[in-house]
């Protein structure tokens, strides 16, 4: 079967996936600083000029990666959310998902903490990834209006409040898990989030 040939559209894009494929894979390997665009772009099997033909600089070419592995992070919650019927089911299902995505994303979380500390430290860096977080609370927060909207009792936190809460929860715990490991207690996340979602008195 003969391929279609691809439009200079589809090129550009399969380009560009392909440089953030190999970048994902460079940073993993030398960290956030100690990656650089010629090592992305030959890692790639393509010239220096075709990074910045996509990304202005390398730290463009990391937040177009953190963009991606956040939205799909979100997308996951997402589907999560949109399957259960109340909110303890939905936190119970959390509570696993955690325990999955902080066994598999232990390099990931050393990136992110280190572009973290470079994130402070630049105004439009740190401004560009709160836009994300804000962008992922908000479509978080309407998954769980709809899901509070099936249940008859008012939480003392709004849908908003509760987004913030789970990405905040989940970043903290993981961060620790990553240095103490067993130390961390089993299923705290869950439980943590069912005590501030789901107090007693709303669970009568």
Known sequence: ??????????RKKETRQLLLESAVEIFAQLGFHGASVDKIAEHAGFTKGAVYAHFHSKEELFLAILEQQMQLHVDNILQIIEQQQSLSHFIETMDEYFLTVSQKNRTWSMLHMEFFLYAMREES????????????????????????????????????????????????????????????????????????????????
């Open 125 to 204: 860096v740190r401004h560009k990834w709160s836009n994300m977080i804000t962008e992922s609370v908000k479509q978080i927060s309407e998954a769980i209006k709809k899901l509070k909207s099936k249940e008859n009792h008012e939480s003392s936190l709004s849908a908003n409040e509760m987004a913030w809460t789970i990405l905040s929860l989940e970043n903290g715990l993981a961060t620790f898990y990553y240095i103490s490991e067993d130390r961390v207690p089993l299923h705290l996340y869950g439980k943590a989030l069912h005590n501030m979602l789901l107090p007693p008195m709303l669970e009568k």
């Open 1 to 10: 079967m003969v391929r279609r040939r691809l439009t200079q559209e589809e």
